[in-house]
Every structure is written in C-alpha cells, then in structure tokens.
C-alpha cells in the first residue's frame, strides 16, 4: 500500500512540474501568472491546477476578443512576426487547456 501511494505522489509531483513547465514556457499565460501573484501577494506554486487553467482560458479568449491587443495580433494588424507570435500562443493555451484544464 504504502508503494502505491509513494508512486501517485510521485506522479501528482511529477504532473505538477509538468503543468508549471508547460505554463511558464506560454508568454502570455506567463506574464499574467506573474502579475496576479504579485497582486495576490502568493507564490505562484501556491496557485491550484484548477486555477492555472482557469486563468488559460481567459488568455486564451483575449486572443479572440474584438479589442484586445492579442486579438490584433492573432489577426494580423500588428504585422506577420506578431501574427506569427499570437498563433503560436494560441496553440500553446489551446494544447495546455486540453493537457491540464480537466
């Protein structure tokens, strides 16, 4: 019993590196993590999966939000190096959205 639950708290470890890994490699999704810990006055470790995914989502509709900055990159007005940038984060908060956002 005791290998079983050393092995899940290995994976739940594991998972975790994972999930900040893959979120602090997202510019965007980054940067706003940043932010609201500074404004939270918390350590970003101290932020839940729930949380982290949560917060993907909504950078994620910023790229599809009439307005936005992201949008005006992720459609073009801003020039085909930061077209090139906005897709890439899209698919990037996409791919983090279907690995962690469950």
Known sequence: MQNVTNR???RQRINRA???NDALNIDELRVT?????NDDK????SYT????????KYVLSTFFESGHLNN?????ELGEAEYEWAA??????QQFI?????
């Not at 918390?42 to 470790?45: C, F, G, I, K, S």
């Not at 279907?98 to 469950?102: E, H, L």
């Open 33 to 37: 993590l940043e932010n609201i810990s």
């Open 49 to 56: 999966r729930k949380e982290v995914a949560a917060e993907a």
């Open 42 to 45: 918390r350590t970003l470790e």
């Open 18 to 20: 994972n999930m900040w």
């Open 98 to 102: 279907k690995n962690f956002g469950k």
């Open 88 to 93: 890439s984060e899209v698919a990037k908060l």
């Open 72 to 76: 005006e990159s992720y459609i073009g």
């Open 8 to 10: 899940e708290n290995y």
